[in-house]
Structures are given as structure tokens and as C-alpha cells.
């Protein structure tokens, strides 16, 4: 796998999260994980938990935190098709609590949502993708207050939790 590939697809999670302004964005790595044979790994402990306050909401942006990483991997060049078929399944799972009661309610979801992530990874988080993948391809591995600063010099923002 290149690995300027792989730090696209992890900065695509890693931009994304820090756009949504979610929490507990923990670290982004390009250290190759041999038990679930990830090539890189952008660790984050969201709550999306039925019945908590604000689930539906917490869910619907981790479906999006889960798509934006194969659509920034689409950045590299030549690439047609993601190789990360982990992030669909547990974008799967998400998508299978908000429509309970239907598997292709879940899966027209998760459709939706990823043409969302498209547009805005193609879009407004075209640059600040790019950006922080090279920084990413540098550095290897970035912890949780470093990616935070990074976040928001990338995307212009004056803290972290202030959006564009």
C-alpha cells in the first residue's frame, strides 16, 4: 500500500472530525496494525449510543467521520476504487441503529452520507485533507493535542471547537 495513500485516507478521518467538531479525537498513525491488518489508524471514541441525549446527531457525523476517509483516499492519484472496507461495515453498524427496522433504510443511509463526504472531501476539505496528510506522511504518528493544533492551522479555524 503507498503510504502517501494511506496517510490521505487517515487525514480524511482526521479533517473531517475536527470539521464536525466532534470529541475525543485520541491519534492519527501510519503504523501498520497486524491484528486487524490496517495500514494506518485514526482513533477516535465516539458515542453513538441509543437512548443518550443527542445519539441520532452523534451518529449521523460518525457515518460521515467513517466515509471521509475513502472518499480523501480518492484524492491520491489513479486511485478508482477505496481499499478499506472496514470503515463500510462499521459505518454498517451505525446506520443499522438509526433504522432499526430496515436493513435498506441503513444502507440508502449510508449512500446519502457518502455522497455528503464527497462533496465536502472534494470540496472544502479538499486542501486542508492534502495539508495534513503531508504532514501526516512526515510526522507518522500525531497525538491528540498536536493533531488538534494541526486542525485547526489547516483549517483556518481560531479553536478548535470554532468552525470556518
Not at 26 to 44: A, E, F, M, V, Y
Not at 56 to 80: D, N, Q, T, V
Not at 97 to 123: C, D, H, M, N
Amino acid at each position: 500500500m503507498n503510504r502517501h495513500r494511506v496517510a490521505l485516507h487517515e487525514s480524511g478521518h482526521a479533517v473531517m472530525h475536527a470539521w464536525l467538531r466532534m470529541e475525543n479525537l485520541d491519534s492519527i498513525s501510519l503504523i501498520p496494525d497486524p491484528h486487524d491488518q490496517s495500514w494506518g489508524r485514526c482513533t477516535s471514541r465516539i458515542l453513538a449510543v441509543p437512548g443518550l441525549p443527542g445519539w441520532r446527531l452523534a451518529a449521523r457525523k460518525h457515518l460521515l467521520y467513517r466515509m471521509a476517509g475513502s472518499e480523501a483516499e480518492l484524492l491520491f492519484p489513479r486511485s478508482r476504487v477505496p481499499t478499506n472496507l472496514g470503515d463500510r461495515q462499521a459505518a454498517l453498524k451505525v446506520a443499522e441503529t438509526l433504522f432499526p427496522e430496515s436493513q435498506e433504510g441503513a444502507y440508502r443511509y449510508i449512500v446519502i452520507q457518502k455522497q455528503r463526504a464527497r462533496r465536502l472531501v472534494r470540496g472544502v476539505l479538499r486542501t486542508p485533507i492534502i495539508e495534513f496528510a503531508d504532514i501526516l506522511e512526515r510526522r507518522v504518528k500525531i497525538d491528540r493535542e498536536d493533531a488538534q493544533e494541526i486542525l485547526m492551522r489547516v483549517l483556518g479555524i481560531r479553536d478548535y471547537w470554532d468552525r470556518l
